[in-house]
Every structure is written in structure tokens, then in C-alpha cells.
């Protein structure tokens, strides 16, 4: 068995994800390959796709999660819920339109892969506010209502958010008794990512305290500045490592027919 598969986006000069399905394949005896493919147009889709005709799959990062879908012959019911894609299967069978030798069918494992990393560090009555209202937070706002977790959004724009299944605000509109009823702090956007790592949500980190937990989805830095404010002030942190190979995991069994 050969499997060849792929990540889009723009940057990409943070993966982890070569280095991981490398090892994946050598674990299972697989001979593989996981490219990157940093497309500053997801219009480029197409060609991309004509140029590498041996490619089985593919996962889908910032900025492109959402915008992939017109693109997508089939959306599963999950991925279509959230509004976001992070994997997709190429199916070598022609479009159902038939303009193409091929069917891209869109998944979604980024809330699975946060809900497996998330469970051992939920307590009982816990709320969430989610910084940032893109692909990825949509994706962890449908793993927490799965959880039974309230949740609200921040945004630096909230009335441009589009999409969300709960109530955004702004940054500036969190107060004294927002912190204290929202335990779990998760920052679903860019700012720390690689190779911006000085860069942070816009927190009122004299909000935070020792009972919080500040859950950044970026894995690479490891430890972000997110993470650094939320550890000054005694917060539990954690990065995105664990949910990027749970997630991977998932999209494993996608591509190879498992699920």
C-alpha cells in the first residue's frame, strides 16, 4: 500500500505535520508521503490538485477551512455543521458535475481531536469563551456544545462574525464576572503562531487566575505567548500538540477507509 497525502494553506512554515505522518507510516508499514502545499489562493486548488494526480488526501489550514467548501463534492455532517473543513479525501472516481477525474469529499477532525485533549481537564460547570470566530472556532464551539460546555465568542470585530452557534463579544467587553464564569479560555486564532510567536489575543490578563485553564490550539511555539500570560498569572496552559495527533489520528482512518 502507497499513500499520498498533503496540507494546504498559507503559511505553512509551521507544520508539524510531515514529521508526524513520516513516523505514521513507519509504524504501519506504509510507504507514504506528506507534502506541504502553501497556496496563496485557494483558487489554486485546482491546479495544485492537476499537478499531483497521485495525491490520495489532504489537510486544511488557516486561512482555508472555510473557503474550501464551494470546492468539495461532498461535506460530511459534522464538517457541515461546524462550517469548516480541515481534511479532505480525493476520491479518483469522476465529479458528480463531471468536469474532473476526481471527488473531494471534506471532513472534519480539529473537534474531535480538541475533545479527546480537552475531557481529562473539564470540570463541572464549566464555561469557555472562544478567542476568534473563524474555521478553527467554529470547529472547538461544536466540539464544547457536544461536551454540554456554555461557550461565547471574542472577537476583535464581533459584529463581522458570521456563522456561530453563541453570543460574541469584544475583548473590551470582558469584565470581572465574564473571567470568573468562563473557566476555560481557548485562543482559536493565529496571533503567537510561528513565526509571529510575539504576538497574543488582547486579554485582560489581570482577569486571570489560578483556576483558570488557557488552552491555545497553536502547537508550534510550544509554549506560546497565550500560554506565557496565562502561566504568569497561575493559569493551567495547555498547547494544541495533543489535538493536532488526535485530530491526525482521525484523519488517518478517513483516508485509509476506517471510518
Known amino acids: 500500500m502507497k499513500i499520498n497525502l498533503g496540507l494546504i494553506g498559507y503559511p505553512l512554515g509551521h507544520s508539524f505535520s510531515p514529521e508526524y ?3 505514521k507510516f513507519r509504524a504501519e508499514g506504509i510507504e507514504g508521503t506528506y507534502r506541504l502545499f502553501p497556496l496563496t ?6 491546479a495544485m490538485l492537476a499537478e499531483n494526480p497521485e495525491l490520495n488526501g489532504f489537510n486544511v489550514t488557516i486561512p482555508y477551512k472555510t473557503a474550501i467548501i464551494p470546492h468539495l463534492d461532498f461535506v460530511d455532517a459534522d464538517a457541515r455543521a461546524i462550517g469548516a473543513i480541515n481534511t479532505v479525501r480525493i476520491v479518483r472516481e469522476p465529479s458528480p ?10 471532513y472534519n477532525t480539529d473537534f474531535k481531536g480538541f475533545s479527546n485533549s480537552l475531557v481529562p481537564l473539564v470540570e463541572s460547570d464549566d464555561e469557555a ?11 472547538i464551539a461544536y ?9 461565547e465568542f471574542v472577537s476583535r470585530t464581533p459584529d463581522a462574525a458570521q456563522g456561530v452557534n ?34 497574543a489575543p488582547d486579554l485582560p490578563w489581570n482577569l486571570i487566575s489560578a483556576r483558570h485553564l488557557c488552552y491555545d490550539i497553536v502547537y508550534n511555539p510550544t509554549v506560546t ?25 482521525e484523519a488517518w482512518k478517513i483516508w485509509v477507509g476506517q471510518r
Open 166 to 199: 453563541a453570543p460574541v463579544i469584544a475583548y473590551s467587553d470582558i469584565t470581572a464576572r465574564i473571567a470568573t464564569n468562563h473557566r476555560i479560555i481557548i485562543n482559536c486564532t493565529p496571533l503567537g503562531m510561528y513565526p509571529k510567536i510575539d504576538s
Open 97 to 106: 458535475s463531471g468536469d474532473r477525474p476526481y471527488r473531494l469529499e471534506g
Open 143 to 151: 466540539a464544547l456544545s457536544k461536551l454540554n460546555i456554555p461557550h
Open 21 to 23: 505522518f513520516a513516523n
Open 41 to 46: 489562493s485557494i483558487e489554486d486548488l485546482p
Open 225 to 249: 505567548k497565550f500560554m506565557q500570560h496565562g502561566a504568569g498569572r497561575g493559569a493551567t496552559v495547555k498547547n494544541g500538540l495533543e489535538m493536532l495527533h488526535q485530530q491526525a489520528e
Open 129 to 139: 469563551l472562544i478567542l476568534g470566530t473563524g474555521g478553527a472556532a467554529k470547529g
